[in-house]
């Protein structure tokens, strides 16, 4: 009897709406999911195109810190330098006070 009836639903065409209901509510889920699908690569790209440029800056702060390091190792170099001035130049000033006897030049 069931099968009799659904012959005699689908020869009346009631079954044909509920497929065309289906097929239009497929359509319009697969229209959404596209449409999701084009935010989420728009979404993507922004993500990438903002990682892009978080990695150059962070390349151009490596390099600034590069040139920083390379300033403070010439720095270093000059103090250095500085340095064995200084003690050549005390070394000069004991040796011209040992030689003079006592009697310094500087502040006698």
Known sequence: MGCLQGESMCSMGSNSEVERNYSEGARSCSTAAHSCSTVAH??????????????????????????????????????KEVHNICIEQNFCLYQELMCSGGNSSFGN
């Open 42 to 79: 728009s979404c993507s790209l922004g993500a990438h195109n903002y990682l892009r440029g978080v990695h150059s800056c962070l390349l151009a702060a490596h390099s600034c810190l590069m040139v920083a390091h390379n300033y403070l190792m010439v720095a270093h170099s000059y103090s």
